[in-house]
């Protein structure tokens, strides 16, 4: 019998000699594990028209230029709920190797190293994630989540936390905090020696069962951002967000505590993409 594990996450899964993640939660499968994550980046500042994307520069950890050198990617930039998920990850040289997710909500976990897969020593070249015996699977909610790499020659021991019962550790639930935290454990390292990169991914809801309805699609950012998006008085999730929703016409709410509420009408069309960017004041 499958027993599932809950850890507060970016979403993943472990898959039973294949176990199951979800960018973070835990599955066990016999006597394989599925886990779920979601995580980290760096980038521009979100612009007013079509906002496409918004690169969370002020919640990344970036190095001065250096020797060691390294990407991040995704196998797709969007999931929903309940999808797998591949890593792959490049280094120009031997290094030790940390990743983590910031989830919709803010919150920041270590997906790798973790429990499963504790050896990040890894040779220079192209790896992939998730290893043997686990998966990464979407857990939720809708939005944007971001995945952040450090590569670097010397052993960051202080954030590998994991343990027989939160084994990819959360980190934090604020991810300016995290930066903060990470950057103290990396003054100890020589500028030159360590690197980072970034990428990002949208999560939409699971598709809806019974008879077939139209939809679009709503992105809606914020300025500040992670602020709570109400659609219709309904909460949905943080911004940055990336929404499903049915055709038609839809009140678009953010709120955000010290700054006044902010609403937005908005007209869905079918099968179409429909941006939103909400600027919000201080009380």
């Known amino acids: 019998m499958n027993r599932r594990l809950r850890t507060p996450l970016l979403a993943f899964l472990l898959l039973g000699l294949l176990g ?7 599955v066990r499968v016999g006597t394989a594990f599925a886990l779920q994550a979601n995580l980290g980046g760096d980038g521009v500042a979100p612009a007013q028209v079509e906002p496409e994307a918004i690169a969370p520069e002020a919640l990344i950890v970036k190095p001065a230029p ?34 983590y997710n910031v989830d919709s909500r803010g919150r920041v976990r270590l997906i790798f190293p973790n429990r499963f897969d504790a050896n990040n020593r890894v040779r220079a070249g192209e ?9 990464f699977r979407v857990d939720g909610p809708p939005g944007t989540e971001y995945l952040q790499i450090l590569a670097t020659r ?7 936390r994991w343990n ?29 020696s360590w ?17 077939r309805r139209e939809t679009g699609t709503v992105r809606i950012n914020s300025e500040p951002p992670w602020a709570q998006v109400y659609l219709d008085g309904a909460y949905v ?28 009408w908005i007209l869905v069309e079918p099968g179409e993409l429909t941006p939103v960017f909400l600027h919000l004041e201080r009380w």
């Open 164 to 192: 027989a019962r939160d084994p990819f550790p959360l980190l934090g639930g604020d991810p300016l905090a995290v930066k903060e935290e990470v950057l103290q454990f990396l003054d100890v390292v020589p500028e030159r």
């Open 66 to 99: 250096g020797d060691v050198r390294v990407r991040i990617q995704t196998d797709r930039s969007r999931y929903r709920v309940g999808e797998s998920v591949q890593i792959r990850f490049w280094v120009s040289e031997p290094a030790y190797v940390y990743i």
């Open 20 to 26: 199951t993640v979800g960018l973070l939660g835990l």
């Open 154 to 160: 010397t052993r960051l021991r202080p954030l590998e």
């Open 127 to 135: 790896h992939q994630l998730p290893g043997a015996g686990y998966r």
């Open 237 to 264: 999730g943080l911004t940055p967000l990336l929404q499903e929703v049915p055709a038609g016409g839809h009140w678009v709410e953010i709120r955000l505590e010290g700054y006044r509420t902010a609403r937005h």
């Open 195 to 211: 690197s980072s990169a970034w990428t990002q991914f949208e999560v939409i809801g699971r598709q809806a069962r019974g008879p």
